[in-house]
């Protein structure tokens, strides 16, 4: 069976520090994996997204990394913000890209301290 | 912008009421889904919809069910809610033309069944 797993469940951190997200999966082969942000309340909102042959991409603030021979991926974000609280959802989608097939983690709920 | 809107953001049913769930997209997409989110459990996929009138079951479709009569709204439907159907409900949509179809996301409406 499919499974996203994503560590830790929940995280607490000063403004301004730095934090890494963890994420495993199974599923194989895949397609892409993708990165959301999930704000209290609110659907999620995707932040990155990397195929397969890809190691590494930047959003703003947000560098999610892939190895996809160990099946991990993490998301790294830097000088943290009051609104980065929120929660990371890892994504992974199959082989085929179907849409109704995509593996969703449980997510990390990040909160910012000032 | 890419806009998914859901009819409510807060609802409360009393066991054994029919509940409806709109969904609409602005973006002509041919993709629809249903989700439920519980805490710490990955989105789980309820019904989903390639195209007008075209309804298939998810990963839990029990005690659901789906309309999509036009293209940009996309209903869920509780026939007889029950307290286990407590959740978020997140609606999502992507388009069919690209190869890496992002899900774009509702608000999410939080459903408590007494």
């Known amino acids: 069976k499919n499974q996203v797993e994503q560590s830790p469940q929940s995280l607490i951190i000063l403004e301004g520090k730095n934090c890494t997200l963890q994420?495993?999966?199974?599923?194989?082969?895949?397609?892409?994996l993708r990165w959301y942000k999930q704000d209290t309340g609110r659907g999620p909102v995707s932040l990155t997204i990397?195929?397969?042959?890809?190691n590494t991409k930047s959003n703003g603030r947000y560098t999610a990394t892939l190895d996809a021979d160990t099946k991990q991926s993490s998301l790294h974000i830097t000088a943290s913000q009051l609104s980065d609280s929120a929660s990371y959802i890892c994504?992974?989608?199959?082989?085929?890209?179907?849409?109704?097939?995509?593996?969703f983690g449980g997510g990390t709920r990040l909160m910012v301290k000032p | 912008d890419v806009k998914v809107t859901q009819s409510s953001r807060y609802l409360v049913k009393r066991t054994g009421e029919k509940v409806f769930l709109e969904c609409v997209q602005d973006?002509?997409?041919?993709?629809m889904f249903w989700y439920r989110q519980d805490p710490g459990l990955g989105l789980r996929l309820i019904y989903f919809?390639?195209?007008?009138?075209?309804?298939e079951k998810g990963d839990i479709p029990e005690g659901y069910s789906v309309s999509r009569e036009k293209k940009e709204r996309f209903s869920l439907i509780l026939e007889s809610a029950s307290t286990n159907q407590t959740s978020m409900y997140l609606c999502?949509?992507?388009?069919?033309?690209?190869?890496?179809?992002?899900?774009?996301f509702g608000p999410g409406t939080r459903l408590l069944v007494l």
């Open positions: 999502a949509s992507s388009s069919s033309t690209g190869y890496q179809e992002t899900q774009y």
């Open positions: 994420c495993n999966y199974t599923v194989s082969p895949f397609s892409n």
């Open positions: 990397m195929t397969f042959s890809e």
């Open positions: 994504v992974v989608s199959p082989w085929n890209n179907a849409g109704n097939m995509l593996t």
């Open positions: 973006m002509d997409h041919e993709n």
């Open positions: 919809s390639y195209d007008v009138k075209m309804k």
